[in-house]
């Protein structure tokens, strides 16, 4: 688990945006998930929006889309 506070943003507004900007860059959940030390399920569950990044690493991963402001 990532707890790197300056993981880069995507700066997505939305989960469907931020799954649309990884592809038109032509990255992968996975891929990104790796990159940033996540987890590919919690990285897939945010895109999802089955996990809303309350808090835990689906907060970490919110806010490295830029779903999410770091706390």
């Not at 931020?18 to 569950?45: C, I, M, N, P």
Request: no cysteine; aromatic share 8%.
């Amino acid at each position: 688990m990532s707890t790197n506070a300056n993981v880069p943003t995507i700066r997505a507004k939305t989960p469907q945006e931020a799954k649309q900007l990884l592809q038109a860059k032509g990255v992968t959940l996975k891929q990104f998930a790796a990159k940033h030390d996540f987890d590919y399920r919690t990285v897939s569950e945010v895109v999802r929006g089955v996990n809303k990044g309350l808090y835990g690493e689906g907060h970490k991963v919110a806010v490295a889309f830029g779903l999410k402001k770091a706390a």
